[in-house]
């Protein structure tokens, strides 16, 4: 059962509907989520609500306990040799990696969820009863761990319960983007911005119907020509045709059947972008902003540039839907893809 037992926090400033945003999951396409909330500064509209599901919880989360822009400058930098520094590899806990360094950077920011600016609510997945956890009480930092367990890849996390502490896993395994939250926290309209609606699949598995390889010349010894003799000339050339066209058809071998990584990371993408599609027809968000992150793989932390840029972009895409939203007009079920 989820907890509904929400802490009222900080009222609304806006004089029109309240306006709740919904940050979805998506592990390294998440610093899109820093983007979108540049653009909602840069448009001068502020949510009254935010709820968080994954990265979606942790820039929400560092948005509102102040420290979005210290985050930024962290996601950056996220290079493999930071990711070693910050990211502890001892298999426990159901994961290989240990962000407890990487949120310790953060803990002297770290507030209750009754002390934020406006509501926020996080969720995670109940490992012990594989349902989804409202989170909207006690440390924002520990809730937010919690939430960005991403499976068999970052440690679970314990958080208090009614019965005693449980462990918890990634939301997105139940509420890829959690729009009921945001609306249970008290938004009256709500945009959700959804990272994972276009999946990554192994496109070179669906491509027009024939069983032809194609194979690309190798370009001729041009400039060998007039040095070599003409028997050595042909011999090179010949030669390095033949191998070329072996290291081509051993590249089309390779490539005619999955791999196992990149079967894993596809799989994991479908089910949340069918998860997530199932979700929004039941609580549908009134703008639903749908990056097309479909190259981003979601392992990709050295992107952040490039990721926020394209949250950036597309909520300028919607402003107008955003505008009319904040004015109080009824735009249920607008979708905006970039």
């Given amino acids: 059962m989820l907890n509904k037992s929400l802490t009222p926090q900080t009222a609304s400033t806006n004089k029109g509907p309240k306006i709740g945003l919904a940050l979805g999951s998506g592990a390294a396409r998440g610093w899109a989520h820093i983007g979108v909330l540049r653009a909602f500064d840069e448009m001068g509209y502020k949510p009254d609500v935010i709820a968080g599901c994954s990265v979606g919880a942790l820039v929400g989360g560092a948005h509102l306990l102040g420290v ?45 969820f009754a002390d934020l600016p406006i509501p926020f609510g996080v969720n995670a997945t109940d490992l012990g009863t594989g349902r989804e956890h409202w989170v909207t009480t006690g440390s924002v930092i520990d809730a937010v761990r919690a939430s960005s367990a991403i499976p068999m890849v970052i440690h679970a996390a314990r958080l ?25 926290l008290g938004a009256d309209k709500v945009i959700a911005v959804d990272l994972t609606a276009v999946a990554l699949t192994l496109e070179r598995f669906d491509p027009p119907p024939t069983r032809a390889v194609t194979l690309v010349e190798p370009a001729p010894l041009v400039e060998q020509q007039h040095l070599l003799p003409e028997p050595l000339h042909h011999l090179l050339a010949n030669t390095r045709h033949y191998v070329e066209r072996q290291i081509q058809l051993a590249k089309a071998k390779m490539q005619a059947t999955p791999h196992f990584f990149e079967t894993a990371i596809a799989t994991i993408d479908i089910f949340q972008t069918q998860l997530a599609e199932a979700k929004a027809q039941i609580h549908k968000p009134d703008i639903r902003l749908m990056p097309d992150m479909r190259a981003a793989g979601p392992t990709s932390f050295d992107r952040a ?28 079920g607008a979708e905006v893809i970039l």
């Fill in 305 to 332: 540039d490039e990721f926020i840029d394209i949250g950036y972009r597309v909520t300028m895409e919607a402003r107008d839907e955003i505008s009319a939203l904040f004015a109080g007009e009824d735009i249920e």
């Fill in 160 to 184: 208090p319960h009614e019965h005693g502490d449980h462990w918890f896993v990634d939301g997105a395994l139940s509420n890829p983007v959690p729009v009921d939250l945001a609306r249970s």
């Fill in 68 to 112: 979005l822009p210290e985050f930024e400058k962290w996601a950056r930098e996220l290079g493999p040799l930071a990711a070693l520094r910050d990211f502890a590899v001892n298999i426990s806990h159901g994961g290989f990696l240990n962000p407890d360094a990487a949120f310790k950077a953060f803990r002297h920011a770290d507030k209750d």
